[in-house]
């Protein structure tokens, strides 16, 4: 079964502390990996997509890795702006577009 | 592009009444995705659409649920008879092949 898990579930970070989200995958074969950012009361709003082992791509503080396993979100240098829940979803292959996402990792960060 | 545009924002109903989520899609777009999003089991799929034509409903709880497309741009999403238990955010998303939007989501409480 195509499941997807990410760590932590919550971190607590101080502004300018860098850290890196994990998330996990099993699945039957990978079409892409998806990172969302969710704020309270709206909804997930894109990041990134990954398609192949070994490809990064970056965004202001935000720079998402993959691998054949898992996918990091690192977090370089946050601000409280950046505390949000982090959302992971792969599309896997054989079905048409639907995406299977992780329960979610809920960032804070204080400043 | 207005983004993906859902309606009511927040519904509050008795239980055992009728209750109808409507979804506006990005013009363009071709596949349209329902999600259920709670605490406990995070963001679930419930129904997809492409070209207008359900794909896949298996995530569709039971029949008390159905969704419709009428056209290129609009779906509904009905609970007839609801239940307390389908208290819950629902997203719309649509997809085109530069990846998925979602929208701000209807926050449905039963009562």
């Known amino acids: 079964e195509d499941q997807v898990t990410q760590s932590p579930e919550a971190l607590r970070l101080q502004e300018g502390e860098s850290s890196s989200l994990n998330c996990s995958y099993t699945?039957?074969?990978?079409?892409?990996l998806f990172w969302y950012r969710q704020d309270p009361g709206k909804g997930p709003e894109f990041l990134f997509t990954?398609?192949?082992a070994g490809e990064e791509k970056e965004k202001e503080r935000l720079k998402a890795t993959l691998t054949k396993k898992e996918s990091f979100l690192h977090i370089t240098a946050p601000k409280p702006e950046d505390s949000a829940t982090y959302l992971c979803?792969?599309?896997?292959?054989?079905?048409?577009?639907?995406?299977?996402f992780g329960q979610g990792t809920t960032l804070q960060v204080k400043p | 592009d207005a983004g993906v545009i859902q309606s009511p924002r927040h519904e509050v109903t008795e239980m055992g009444q009728e209750v109808t989520l409507r979804c506006k899609l990005i013009?363009?777009?071709?596949?349209l995705f329902w999600y259920r999003q709670t605490m406990m089991r995070g963001l679930e799929l419930l129904i997809y659409?492409?070209?207008?034509?359900?794909?896949?409903d298996s995530g569709m709880p039971e029949d008390r649920f159905s969704a419709k497309m009428p056209n290129a741009s609009f779906s509904t999403l009905k609970i007839q008879p609801s239940e307390p238990r389908d208290s819950a955010v629902y997203f719309c998303?649509?997809?085109?092949?530069?990846?998925?939007?979602f929208g701000s989501g209807t926050r449905l409480t039963v009562v």
């Open positions: 979803a792969v599309r896997c292959s054989g079905n048409t577009g639907k995406l299977i």
């Open positions: 013009s363009g777009h071709n596949s």
């Open positions: 998303a649509s997809k085109n092949s530069e990846g998925y939007t």
């Open positions: 659409f492409n070209n207008n034509v359900p794909i896949d």
């Open positions: 990954l398609y192949s």
């Open positions: 699945v039957s074969g990978l079409r892409g």
